[in-house]
């Protein structure tokens, strides 16, 4: 049989019309697809991120002291003044008197709100070099609330540290509040350095909030303190510590304190809930794998387990919820290692 091309091209058309060879169509330069994440978010963090952790861990005003005003001087940074500095848009065409002002910030105090032409960020002196940082991770539901930042700095720029050495020197880790921020919008208050806890641990190389479930939505009954976080900090002494961390408003309505008035009024001497060192079962750790330099949560939902990195190549894993008894130890004041 003779094959045909004609009758094959006709009958790969249907119907009465046929259709013609057309360049394919090109997107217009101005359309754009809007997709919608929020619901795919919000099943991610279902799915990965924890309602509620470790319960049990609250903070306590036994765990929370006062630290005396007297002896806050041994603990703050050196630096009172910060160097002298500009705020610049790099992004303006034009050129404003602002972008010529020089500050220099007192310790613990911030840039003034909109300087330089106002733009949507802040700056604030924490007193040194910035070693460890994190935000308190935010639930679901509360993005129009105020953000905490805790904050690690070098208190002594003077002072020299070898990262494969283990350091025990006075130290106050920060935590700031930091009010409202929004992508775009410029921010209205300033932040405000609302909590220090005092330490003898060295320089703090890292610092890591819980990453879900830590934080309570809604004020504890009367006497009791409403919970900010589990913060976990690498310290300079080989050990890593966990503090369940109170808000500060909480902290101070509870104990009778005022915010706000001068830096040694809102210091205070914690108890970490736990104390981790990569240890052996048969002695006591002294401090073999040198400082703690990086420490990280197990990122799904539970957040059983936490990570550390030590000065010599040690990689240690802990479980928090296990109960066997030769793995921890208990003291009076509550403090597990």
């Known amino acids: 049989k003779e094959h045909n091309s004609e009758n094959d091209e006709e009958s790969e058309f249907s119907g009465s019309e046929q259709t013609t060879n057309k360049e394919p169509r090109r997107p217009s330069r101005g359309y754009r697809k809007v997709i919608d994440y929020r619901k795919k978010t919000k099943a991610w963090y279902k799915a990965f991120l924890a309602g509620n952790v470790l319960t049990c861990w609250r903070p306590s005003l036994k765990h929370w002291k006062k630290f005396p005003a007297s002896e806050a001087e041994h603990y703050l940074p050196v630096r009172k003044m910060s160097p002298v500095f500009k705020i610049e848009a790099v992004n303006k065409k034009k050129w404003t008197p602002e972008q010529d002002k020089e500050y220099q910030l007192p310790l613990f105090s911030s840039a ?106 809604l004020s504890p009954q009367d006497g009791e303190l409403r919970r900010l976080g589990l913060l976990a900090l690498a310290c300079a002494d080989g050990r890593v510590r966990i503090f369940s961390v109170p808000f500060p408003c909480s902290l101070m309505k509870n104990d009778g304190g005022e915010a706000g008035k001068s830096p040694s009024d809102i210091l205070y001497r914690a108890v970490p809930h736990m104390v981790l060192s990569p240890g052996s079962l048969c002695r006591k750790y002294q401090d073999e794998c040198g400082p703690a330099w990086t420490v990280s949560w197990q990122p799904i939902n539970g957040h059983n387990k936490v990570i550390a990195s030590y000065a010599d190549g040690t990689v240690a894993i802990w479980n928090l919820k296990t109960e066997n008894r030769i793995l921890k130890a208990a003291t009076p004041d509550g403090l597990t290692e």
């Open 112 to 217: 003034p709100i909109n300087s330089a032409g106002g733009l949507c960020n802040v700056t604030f002196n924490v007193g040194g070099s910035v070693w460890a940082m994190d935000w308190a991770p935010i639930p679901v539901g509360e993005e129009n609330c105020d953000q905490y930042l805790a904050i690690g700095c070098h208190s002594d720029p003077d002072k020299k540290h070898l990262l494969s050495e283990c350091y025990k020197e006075k130290g106050v880790l920060q935590i700031w509040r930091v009010p409202k921020l929004r992508n775009g919008i410029r921010p209205t208050e300033q932040p405000e350095f609302c909590l220090g806890i005092v330490h003898d641990y060295g320089p703090v190389w890292d610092a890591r909030w819980c990453p879900s479930g830590a934080w309570d939505p």
